[in-house]
């Protein structure tokens, strides 16, 4: 009884570490710390990321939205859409948006759309006012 007991603490330990890491630093060519770092795209180094960030499109879509916040960074707009979806935008450089987030802005942004199970489905690039 006692071995079970050991093994079972063992493996909640093991569990509690794993979800206690840091997220890592590069998914690909994509430097995850540069991209967190510039929040609102103010520091004009997403931009230089775009690139990058697209070649990893593929490895993005799929993952819950919780994953995605730990690899790219709280959203600089998360939307409610119908039928429980909603919307990741990450502004990609400096804009109206630097100076009160909640202006309608004309920079770049990469939305990321996840669908009712909350799973990435679709990575839209946009250079207008939502």
């Not at 009884?1 to 890592?24: E, G, H, Q, R």
């Not at 510039?38 to 819950?64: A, P």
């Not at 919307?87 to 948006?97: A, H, I, N, P, T």
């Not at 909640?102 to 990469?110: D, L």
Request: hydrophobic share 35%.
């Amino acid at each position: 009884m006692n071995k079970l007991i050991t093994k079972s603490l063992v493996l909640a330990l093991l569990v509690a570490l794993s979800a206690c890491s840091s997220p890592p630093d590069k998914l690909g060519s994509l430097d995850l710390v540069k991209w967190r770092g510039d929040r609102g795209g103010c520091n004009n180094v997403r931009v230089g990321l775009e690139k990058d960030f697209k070649t990893v499109e593929g490895q993005l879509k799929g993952k819950f939205a919780d994953d995605i916040g730990d690899l790219l960074g709280r959203p600089d707009i998360h939307q409610l859409g119908e039928r429980n979806q909603k919307f990741y935008v990450y502004f990609l450089s400096e804009g109206e948006q630097c100076a009160d987030i909640q202006s309608k802005s004309t920079a770049p942004k990469v939305i990321l759309k996840f669908n009712a199970v909350g799973l990435l489905s679709e990575i839209t690039y946009q250079s207008r006012p939502l």
